[in-house]
């Protein structure tokens, strides 16, 4: 009887035990980049890599010289992952071999995401070409899509 007794106390200490740690396993996390896309149109809205005016596979993307994106034959919108730092950081897209634009993104230090997928900065302002576009579609202050006329 005892030992049925010790038997049954062992299974409800056992019971009892439990993984309080909530810590998530970061190994099981898939994380979102922090992304920015850049729609071209034409003054009458005509997209201006689909109709052939730019050559998909001449646009890049850099910083610093860091390639950040490189262009495909099937699409029509340029998508590339920010990489910066709070302040000013500034991106040079090369739409041909002759043409370059700079995008210029402010970065916040405020509410900055923090985990698993590392950080995440607010944007606060764009510069295209040196001026404010007024074409930005915000999902939020991380994900934005920028159409710019041409």
Known sequence: MTRRSLFA????V???CQDKDDATDCALVDCAFQSFTIKLLGPEGNNLITNGTYDPKDITVTKNGKLLFTGSSSMDRITFEIQGKVGLNTYEIQLSPTETDTLVLSLSGENIRKGCCGFDFPIDSVLYNGTTPETITEGDVYFMT????K
Not at 9 to 12: F, Q, S
Not at 146 to 149: A, K, N, Q, W
Request: charged residues 0%; hydrophobic residues 80%; aromatic residues 10%.
């Open 14 to 16: 056992l019971g009892a």
């Open 9 to 12: 106390v062992i299974l409800v």
């Open 146 to 149: 920028l159409t710019v006329f």
